[in-house]
């Protein structure tokens, strides 16, 4: 590619990468080409660009572009995707508030032609996206051209005001680029001091610990059949883990039945907690949807960024996000289930509309006559808080009926208030996203209450602890490494403990941009690049340029996705619900261009 050129180095080709790749197509024919251009609907190699010369586009990701390291098609097809086909799209709709134009594309499911319902495997989902990738490079005219660097980027250097040079593992010469999108995707992150302790401890004694980590890419093989297992996390990363260390050894379910090969572990897993995600809704909607937003919209939004005092999350948003779910919740009991209640709905909303927080609790008492029929969030949110077993035989009896009572409950539409709460956490997400760094316990409580497993999976956990093979430990779930071993305990089974050798930190890592394993994020951090509180890159969520720590963005720096204060609410976005993640990549898109037009007009001239 040409040197003399414009060009734009994207750092990550997954999915965050594809998808402004893809918004990078659609816009072009207004801000950069020639608005008759066919290039934008599809046919490789159409199209003009309005007599600009045109640019480059370097891609750069050590994974296959589309999939990325996460979503790549070469990964077990025992492993799922947490959401259903017809949930999962990489297209935008009219429900996107954005500048760009809408170019609608299949959902998983049309392009796979599966049942909606269906959980696909990840590899699928992998040749879904990178035909995503092919159709966006496609669309691209004659004078955009892309290439792909299968390498790693260890740094971005260069002044502010000219050409960025992006230095690549393995390559003695930079990218020279005009613009760089940093959409890096999900990273690694060094051991913390915990993690290093356990760490040293394991080497000293011969014991085994893996320290959080995509389960897909740990080396399970140290952990040997029928010896115990310590796991610490019960989310989706022990999901995968489950799976690899049953299925992915020869065992095979039955009906509600496990057979084992005799090849698995003993998995004595807990977390603070001390119990798995809730499970994915089962039914569908039917009927009115409750009006979101309510309680948190933009008005609301707009007002707390308006302060010049700022604002305290727990004191200031929460009570709003409580609200707007309890809204959602009971909106959806008055409509569909209205002799479970004793109050025209007319009158409670009002009632709930002029009600301090502190005082709902004693309204919807008067108006729900059932305590199951309430929404609440402090038991939702810790469930085992003050309970406890006399031993772990009945421990694991009672987290049995807890996970078949989650169950039934969330395939059963007589609860249907509870997917109305799930509505509601969308819509609270896609407000939230606007207040940048919020801190953990906001991602925390959605991932568990409307990210979790599939129903077939947690039936498979059941499966497994009818057969032994896996065992659970307990709430707030304590390990400590002492007399040659790893001992774990909880206090909701008070005094018993579990030894072993091999102890799984089954979570994600949490990289900030000071303990990331991603040397280019670091460095971009120690060269005055801005971080939240949270360590997360703080970028313009105008249009996702990079701060600085005056909060001066960056003229030609670009980031994207979960490493930033400007993540959007899950993997993938679901059809028809705003898509933040899309409006985020399409005024990053339109940045991009404008700015690479300009530059192209500056040189013609």
């Known amino acids: 590619m040409s040197a003399g050129r414009p060009s734009l180095v994207i750092v990550g080709a997954g999915p965050r990468g594809t998808g402004v790749l893809e918004r990078i197509a659609a816009n072009l024919p207004e801000l950069y080409g020639d608005s008759g251009s066919e290039g934008a609907q599809g046919s490789v190699g159409s199209g003009s660009l309005g007599g600009s010369e045109g640019f480059d586009i370097h891609l750069v990701d050590p994974y296959p572009p589309g999939g990325g390291r996460i979503w790549r098609e070469e990964q077990s097809s025992l492993l799922w995707m947490n959401s259903q086909a017809q949930d999962v799209t990489m297209f935008t709709d009219e429900t996107v508030a954005m500048d760009g134009p809408v170019l609608e594309?299949?959902?998983?499911?049309?392009?796979?032609?599966?049942?909606?319902?269906?959980?696909?495997?990840?590899?699928?989902?992998?040749?879904?996206?990178?035909?995503?990738?092919?159709?966006?490079?496609?669309?691209?005219?004659?004078?955009?051209?892309?290439?792909?660097?299968?390498?790693?980027?260890?740094?971005?250097?260069?002044?502010?005001?000219?050409?960025?040079?992006?230095?690549?593992?393995?390559?003695?010469?930079?990218?020279?680029?005009?613009?760089?999108?940093?959409?890096?995707?999900?990273?690694?992150?060094?051991?913390?001091?915990?993690?290093?302790?356990?760490?040293?401890?394991?080497?000293?004694?011969?014991?085994?610990?893996?320290?959080?980590?995509?389960?897909?890419?740990?080396?399970?093989?140290?952990?040997?059949?029928?010896?115990?297992?310590?796991?610490?996390?019960?989310?989706?990363?022990?999901?995968?883990?489950?799976?690899?260390?049953?299925?992915?050894?020869?065992?095979?379910?039955?009906?509600?039945?496990?057979?084992?090969?005799?090849?698995?572990?003993?998995?004595?897993?807990?977390?603070?907690?001390?119990?798995?995600?809730?499970?994915?809704?089962?039914?569908?909607?039917?009927?009115?949807?409750?009006?979101?937003?309510?309680?948190?919209?933009?008005?609301?939004?707009?007002?707390?960024?308006?302060?010049?005092e700022g604002f305290d999350f727990r004191r200031d948003v929460q009570p709003l996000i409580e609200k707007e779910l309890g809204f959602a919740h009971y909106h959806r009991l008055f409509a569909a289930h209205p002799e479970r209640t004793r109050m025209a709905w007319t009158d409670f909303e009002e009632k709930y509309a002029a009600t301090d927080t502190a005082e709902i609790q004693a309204l919807v008492a008067s108006a729900v006559p059932d305590p199951a029929d309430r929404l609440d969030l402090a038991t939702l949110d810790h469930p085992l808080d003050g309970v406890r077993y006399t031993s772990q035989e009945e421990l694991q009896r009672g987290l049995r009926a807890y996970i078949e009572g989650d169950l039934t409950r969330r395939h059963d539409p007589t609860n249907s208030p509870d997917l109305a709460v799930f509505l509601g956490l969308l819509s609270v997400y896609g407000q939230l996203v606007r207040l940048g760094d919020i801190g953990p316990w906001w991602h925390g409580f959605f991932s568990y209450l409307a990210s979790g497993p599939p129903g077939p999976r947690l039936r498979q956990m059941l499966a497994l602890s009818r057969a032994g093979i896996l065992k659970f430990v307990g709430a707030d779930m304590t390990v400590t490494a002492e007399d040659g071993v790893f001992r774990a305990g909880s206090a909701t089974v008070p005094g018993a403990t579990v030894e072993a050798r091999a102890l799984v930190e089954a979570r994600l890592p949490h990289p900030t941009v000071e303990r990331t394993s991603d040397s280019l994020l670091r460095e971009l951090y120690a060269d005055g690049a801005a971080a939240t509180p949270e360590g997360l890159l703080a970028v313009d969520p105008s249009d996702g340029r990079v701060l600085d720590r005056s909060g001066t963005p960056h003229p030609r720096r670009f980031a994207l996705g979960p490493h930033t204060d400007a993540r959007g609410s899950g993997a993938f976005t679901r059809p028809r619900t705003g898509g933040p993640a899309f409006r985020q990549n399409d005024a990053a898109a339109r940045a991009v261009l404008a700015f690479l037009r300009a530059l192209s007009c500056r040189a013609a001239a």
Do not use: C, N
């Open 105 to 308: 594309g299949p959902t998983l499911h049309e392009w796979a032609g599966v049942d909606g319902r269906v959980f696909a495997d990840r590899q699928r989902q992998g040749t879904y996206l990178r035909w995503v990738y092919e159709r966006a490079v496609g669309a691209l005219p004659l004078g955009v051209r892309v290439q792909h660097h299968p390498r790693r980027a260890l740094r971005v250097d260069g002044p502010r005001g000219g050409r960025q040079q992006v230095w690549l593992e393995g390559r003695p010469e930079p990218l020279l680029a005009d613009l760089v999108v940093l959409a890096l995707g999900h990273l690694d992150a060094e051991l913390d001091d915990e993690q290093r302790e356990l760490a040293a401890y394991a080497e000293r004694h011969g014991l085994v610990h893996l320290p959080p980590d995509f389960t897909a890419d740990s080396d399970l093989s140290a952990l040997e059949a029928g010896e115990p297992v310590l796991v610490r996390g019960f989310g989706l990363a022990f999901v995968d883990l489950m799976v690899l260390l049953t299925e992915g050894r020869g065992g095979r379910h039955e009906g509600e039945t496990y057979v084992p090969s005799g090849r698995e572990p003993i998995l004595y897993v807990g977390s603070r907690r001390g119990v798995p995600y809730h499970s994915k809704i089962g039914y569908g909607w039917e009927g009115e949807r409750p009006p979101l937003p309510r309680f948190l919209g933009p008005a609301e939004i707009d007002e707390l960024l308006a302060r010049p």
